[in-house]
């Protein structure tokens, strides 16, 4: 497993960080959340990637009890705060010094921990003062609650309007967490030059665009069964990778993965980590054998003729708009 310095920090964080969004607490058992954990630390996997929201605050419980036993300075571990949890009261969102405390808080405890390495804004708030959160972020910070800040999903005007307040008050931003993949390159036009600009890095999340570019949806065959596609309460986050053109272009990138010698899964994993603005790729799984797969995606180099060859293949289905990195207008409680 290679490592990656994330920003111009000299923190390091593994370039597969295993992340439980839809899998802990949710999608499977805590018994086969915790081998799967387990699996991914036994193969160099050291950073684990939660939020207070997944599964309403479950998934965090379930991480800490999976990590209890190791050797903390050796995990990075990194969660978020922004979305409604809890009973989901008129505080119980944002980016409010208030949430902000009392979230982190809970999710040390939830975790196990006396720190986190890094805490993340899940979402820009544009009902709180942007001074307001980054003084709580930087109190959290001297506190030694919190280690590194970072943010998820804010456009590049909302990295570069918190990195001049955070420098303000004594610290930086050295992290975004964006979707990212070879069909979701919104990214790449502002938010990247930006980041690089001002010592930031991405961890990118849904490299394999929900399973899309694993190659296991095909065109006019109904999702398989028990796979998010087919959950009607996940079909809606994979949707928009969902049409036949669409299913029909990934399965043409199956000779590409196989002349580089890895699986689909891998492939997609590998591609994302070849943008050198990109610290690491967050990885879910269900079982161990999965992540362990998913781990062999490190370290794998990517020739640039084949990354040429996916964007012939790939084309105009490539979402590239800048403006779909958005936050939503309103706390959604």
């Given amino acids: 497993m290679k490592h990656r310095y994330l920003g111009d920090s000299g923190f390091k964080v593994s370039e597969i960080i295993y992340g439980n969004w839809l899998t802990h607490a949710s999608q499977i058992a805590d018994e086969a959340a915790i081998s799967t954990v387990r699996a991914a630390f036994d193969h160099g996997v050291t950073t684990f990637d939660t939020a207070d929201v997944y599964a309403n605050q479950a998934a965090e419980t379930v991480l800490g009890t999976a990590l209890k036993g190791l050797r903390r300075e050796g995990l990075e571990i990194l969660t978020k705060v922004y979305w409604p949890v809890s009973e989901k009261g008129p505080n119980d969102t944002g980016l409010s010094r208030k949430h902000i ?3 982190i808080n809970g999710s040390l405890k939830r975790l196990g921990t006396d720190y986190v390495d890094l805490y993340q804004a899940h979402r820009f708030d544009y009902e709180t003062p942007l001074e307001e959160t980054m003084q709580a972020f930087g109190d959290l910070v001297r506190m030694g609650k ?11 005007e909302q990295i570069r309007e918190g990195q001049l307040l955070a420098q303000q008050l004594g610290f930086r931003l050295i992290s975004n967490q964006p979707q990212y993949s070879m069909l979701w390159r919104v990214i790449e036009e502002q938010v990247i030059p930006t980041s690089q600009e001002l010592g930031l890095s991405q961890i990118v ?4 665009a929900q399973g899309v570019l694993t190659g296991k949806y095909l065109p006019g065959v109904p999702a398989p069964a028990g796979s998010r596609a087919a959950d009607p309460e996940l079909s809606s986050i994979i949707e928009k990778f969902m049409s036949d053109e669409t299913l029909t272009a990934v399965q043409k990138l199956k000779p590409l993965a196989e002349e580089l010698g890895v699986n689909m899964a891998q492939f997609a994993i590998a591609w994302v980590l070849q943008n050198p603005n990109v610290a690491g790729a967050i990885v879910g799984a269900s079982k161990p054998e999965q992540i362990i797969s998913n781990i062999e995606a490190s370290g794998v180099e990517i020739p640039a003729e084949i990354m040429a060859k996916v964007d012939e293949v790939l ?14 207008e309103g706390r959604l409680c």
Wanted: proline residues 9%; aromatic residues 10%.
């Fill in 101 to 103: 405390m009392e979230s």
């Fill in 146 to 156: 919190v280690l590194y800040v970072g943010v998820s999903e804010w456009n590049a």
């Fill in 205 to 208: 999340w849904s490299p394999m």
């Fill in 315 to 328: 084309g105009e289905l490539i979402e590239r708009d800048p403006a779909k990195t958005k936050s939503p």
